[in-house]
């Protein structure tokens, strides 16, 4: 049982590149969310997804996409990516609502 | 918009109890109060959380105060494991909705 596994740990960008952050779960959740992490700062959340073929934006979501097609995984798209987008990602998930989030160990992001 | 408040930093001796403060006056009759804690650059990790009563589990004691407008969570016998950021933090849950809204937490320092 692994949890959450964010795929890659590590990711160097330069500036208009796109990629895609991975982001799967064995526990069988239908929650999941992508979150962004800045120095000094809380978390902000970016998309999440209440079930497969369900997603919805949060309070940062320019410049991102995300899909769901099955339970399992939740990919984060970078269309075109930009400085600002420098970060560290952390991608979670719960069984259901109101029980707690689980966090995978988080992607840093530099793009140059 | 974080919809919570925490003082920016405490210190904590080891082995005494340490009483981390919440504001959330303007949490609605549906949204649940959560504490994650993140320790150095992990992902954050689950603690405890609560709707209405006062919760206690392995790790922690939540306390939400009547009106619910503020908890505090206590650690009982602080270790210097304890040592990391906490993060009050309301859980917006409904239909197709499951959000976690964070601020900037409190960082504890556990000292010997």
């Known amino acids: 049982n692994a949890g959450v596994t964010q795929t890659p740990k590590f990711q160097v960008l330069k500036t208009g590149q796109s990629m895609t952050l991975q982001c799967a779960q064995d526990?069988?959740?239908?929650?999941m969310s992508w979150y962004r992490q800045d120095p000094g700062m809380g978390l902000r959340l970016i998309h999440y997804?209440?079930?497969?073929?369900?997603?919805d934006q949060g309070e940062v979501p320019n410049g991102y996409n995300v899909s769901r097609s099955t339970t399992e995984d939740f990919p984060l798209r970078l269309l075109s990516a930009a400085p600002s987008q420098t970060s560290v990602y952390f991608c979670?998930?719960?069984?259901?609502?109101?029980?707690?989030?689980?966090f995978g160990d988080g992607t840093r992001l530099s793009i140059l | 918009d974080a919809k919570t408040t925490q003082p920016t930093s405490m210190d904590c001796a080891e082995g005494r109890a340490a009483n981390l403060p919440c504001n959330h006056s303007t949490i609605s009759g549906n949204e649940y109060v959560y504490w994650y804690r993140q320790i150095h650059s992990q992902g954050p990790q689950y603690i405890i959380h609560g709707l209405k009563n006062n919760e206690t589990n392995e790790m922690a004691s939540l306390i939400i105060t009547e009106d619910r407008k503020s908890s505090t969570l206590i650690l009982p016998h602080a270790t210097l494991r304890d040592t990391a950021v906490y993060y009050c933090i309301v859980r917006v849950s409904e239909y197709n909705t499951d959000k976690l809204i964070f601020g900037t937490g409190t960082r504890l320092q556990v000292f010997p």
């Open positions: 997804s209440v079930g497969a073929g369900i997603t």
């Open positions: 526990m069988n959740h239908e929650y």
């Open positions: 979670a998930s719960s069984y259901s609502r109101g029980l707690p989030q689980h």
